[in-house]
């Protein structure tokens, strides 16, 4: 009598574990995807077929098999592997299982694997208790996390640890991950007759964006709510897929990767004169709670690094939106942020400001540079005129503005590092024609 209530628990139990769990591959060759760190010959995928792993540390978006990879190498392994989540457990958990690791590894010879997952949810003192055992071999770590743990764990730990990033899978990728699910008659949804669209089976996979796990929940949902026709057969189309794959949260962290992502992608679309990516960018960031004032500033230095001496007025421009943004606030302030990213689009480029301080300084840090030339020392002090101080210098608006001189010091005759690129307003110095006589 156990028995039968022991199978009709555990029958019970796999049908509300959801599909993406029910189908996380055991076998290295069931991992779909990440074929950067899993191909034929790559570190990762030696490492773990001949169980010679050390401290890891996987970061990448949701879905895309972190968690996945830490049960395969669970089952590859000869080391007794530990799973912790950094949410629910304490520095209390975290030093228990290092001593039974040691005890493991005293009299028994065994070592053992622990893993991590959501790592950087762990503060400070959390993962400070990992170090001495990490160091010391005692336990070998395998983090699991969402934010580019340069910014979010340990650096003592990271210094000790391989970091593999994990990309999001394409739609190819996913869409074999769907096929296999709906063949699967053991863990997936093969006992459901079911013909799907290849509409909408691309839907799943593009509205994932990358995401494994809310492609195959999206699918079970679908395939368990649509009731078989006459003949026995669910018919999965575009409409029902759309129903069934909601879309998904904004994928942005303020203090992980995609905030650095996300602005580097919106200060290259402005570069590029692209309006529409700009505010498709600027609209991910406010959307995702942004500081406003944070946007700005990458403006503000667009303005002087990209656009430059091509059109002098962007920085102005940019500076009086920033003040008016403070004093309209949002949601008005969305569209002074809007008509200043548009400027900026707009604006001619020019990074010849960029390039020339860049090689000037290099040049004096090479020690590229001479005496100041005599006419153009300070010549204000008792005494300067007698060291020929200021000497033979010619006051330009004596001469209608501007009169041949040099400037640079003579060794340096000749270098040039402002080279007016001819675009908008940036075409170098507004001359005379002709040279007039001084006073």
């Not at 760190?37 to 001949?50: D, N, Q, W």
């Not at 796990?213 to 006459?230: C, D, F, H, K």
């Not at 944070?294 to 920033?322: K, T």
Request: hydrophobic share 40%.
């Amino acid at each position: 009598m156990d028995d039968l209530f022991s199978g009709l628990n555990q029958e019970q139990k796999k049908k509300q574990t959801p599909l993406a769990a029910r189908l996380r591959p055991e076998k290295l060759d069931e991992v779909v995807g990440q074929s950067h760190i899993l191909g034929p010959g790559m570190l990762l995928r030696r490492a773990i077929e001949t169980d010679q792993l050390g401290s890891l540390i996987f970061y990448g978006p949701p879905g895309t098999g972190k968690t996945t990879l830490a049960m395969v190498i669970s089952q590859a392994t000869e080391a007794t592997f530990v799973r912790i989540n950094a949410v629910t457990s304490g520095v209390a958990e975290l030093r228990q299982v290092v001593k039974e690791a040691q005890d493991r590894l005293t009299y028994q010879g065994q070592g053992t694997i622990v893993f991590i997952d959501e790592i950087h949810r762990f503060n400070k003192s959390q993962q400070d208790a990992l170090l001495p055992s990490v160091e010391e071999g005692k336990i070998v770590l395998i983090g699991a996390t969402t934010e580019n743990p340069y910014f979010s764990v340990n650096s003592a730990l990271l210094s000790r640890s391989r970091i593999f990033r994990l990309e999001p899978l394409t739609e190819e990728e996913t869409i074999l991950l769907l096929k296999r699910a709906l063949a699967d008659k053991e863990k997936g949804l093969g006992l459901f007759r079911t013909e799907i669209t290849p509409e909408a089976l691309r839907h799943f996979a593009a509205a994932a964006r990358g995401d494994a796990r809310q492609a195959l929940n999206g699918l079970e949902l679908a395939v368990r709510s649509t009731l078989p026709g006459s003949d026995g057969i669910r018919r999965i189309d575009l409409q029902t897929a759309e129903e069934s794959i909601q879309e998904k949260a904004i994928v942005y962290d303020k203090t992980g990767d995609q905030h650095y992502d996300v602005a580097s992608a919106f200060i290259k679309s402005m570069r590029g004169s692209d309006a529409d990516a700009a505010i498709h960018y600027m609209a991910r960031m406010l959307e995702a709670g942004e500081d406003p004032r944070f946007i700005f500033r990458r403006m503000l230095i667009l303005a002087s690094e990209d656009v430059g001496p091509a059109d002098p007025l962007a920085m102005s421009i940019v500076s009086g939106a920033a003040q008016a943004f403070e004093q309209v606030g949002m949601p008005e302030g969305r569209i002074i942020m809007a008509n200043a990213a548009i400027y900026l689009c707009n604006a001619p480029k020019s990074n010849a400001a960029v390039t020339a301080i860049v090689e000037a300084q290099e040049d004096v840090r090479k020690g590229k540079y001479g005496a100041v030339p005599p006419h153009l020392r300070d010549s204000h002090y008792p005494g300067a005129a007698g060291f020929g101080h200021g000497l033979e210098y010619k006051y330009p608006h004596s001469y209608g503005g501007w009169v041949a001189q040099d400037y640079l010091p003579a060794e340096m005759k000749g270098v040039s590092y402002y080279r007016p690129t001819g675009i908008g307003k940036d075409t170098g110095p507004a001359l005379p024609q002709k040279e007039t006589k001084g006073r």
